[in-house]
């Protein structure tokens, strides 16, 4: 999974940089301002986990993979990005409001993920 984790992680963060620069020269003049704000929170946020998610690569391959809330972590992480980020980046470009009530889910899924690696953290084995 280290490596797994660590691969997406890079894949997640050049795709921020994109969305990033789309959002500020593509969409700056298609969609309103509060589109465009919420779509930034969506690459901030996709950048921040996505560089949790490398830690998380990071400590499986120095650890080994029998910590299970590493390999949890991650999996939230991934899946905060996917919720999280992913219904910002749609209700930005579509305008379907129900599209943010289920952001929150994705926010949860990234406060699980840092609560499991800082879980993890106080059980590693130097």
């Known amino acids: 999974m280290a490596r797994f984790f660590m691969a997406i992680a890079a894949i997640l963060a050049a795709i921020s940089v994109a969305a990033g620069a789309f959002g500020a ?3 700056k003049a298609r969609v309103s301002d509060r589109a465009l704000e919420i779509f930034e929170v969506g690459t901030r946020y996709q950048m921040y986990h996505a560089l949790g998610l490398l830690l998380v690569g990071i400590l499986l391959l120095h650890v080994g993979s029998g910590y299970p809330l590493l390999n949890a972590a991650g999996v939230a992480f991934l899946t905060g990005i996917i919720v999280f980020s992913g219904s910002l980046y749609a209700l930005s470009l579509t305008g ?8 929150p889910l994705g926010g949860l899924a990234f406060v699980i993920g840092w609560a499991l690696l800082a879980i993890a953290a106080l ?4």
């Open 25 to 27: 020269h593509a969409l």
């Open 96 to 103: 379907i409001q129900w599209l943010g009530a289920i952001t």
């Open 123 to 126: 059980h590693l084995k130097s």
